[in-house]
């Protein structure tokens, strides 16, 4: 069992930083593809970012390529997204979520929501204009 707890969400303005983390507890992190989801009121849960330690590289959304970085810290369980120039249109609720254990996040990333064996709770991030 894997429990995920999401922190640092919040409001910013347009232009705005935030850094949400993920900490993980229950289960070690290694091997499994640590991905951050977002769902908006109204809309489908869509995938941001996803990355595992060993991987060549991330995965990211194109909506938030070159404005979001995701990193992963195996000492600490901690999986973060720093979201930088934020846009009213990043306002959601930030999930994070744990793939299947050995598993590459191509995996997570091609089946969204159906591949994640564990999600946090949330967090809500508001960008105004």
């Known amino acids: 069992q894997v429990q995920l707890v999401e922190s640092g969400g919040g409001s910013v303005q347009a232009g705005g930083s935030l850094r949400l983390s993920c900490a993980a507890s229950?289960?070690?992190?290694?091997?499994?593809?640590m991905g951050w989801f977002r769902q908006a009121p109204g809309k489908e849960r869509e995938r941001v970012a996803a990355?595992?330690?060993?991987?060549?590289?991330?995965y990211y959304a194109d909506s938030v390529k070159d404005r979001f970085t995701i990193s992963l810290d195996n000492a600490k369980s901690t999986v973060y997204l720093q979201m930088n120039s934020l846009k009213p249109e990043d306002s959601a609720m930030y999930y994070c979520?744990?793939?299947?254990?050995?598993?590459?996040?191509?995996?997570?990333?091609?089946?969204?929501?159906?591949?994640?064996?564990?999600w946090g709770q949330g967090t809500q991030v508001t960008v105004s204009s």
């Open positions: 990355m595992r330690t060993g991987d060549s590289s991330p």
């Open positions: 229950g289960s070690t992190v290694n091997y499994r593809c």
């Open positions: 979520a744990a793939g299947p254990r050995y598993y590459a996040c191509a995996f997570l990333w091609s089946r969204g929501d159906d591949a994640a064996n564990y």
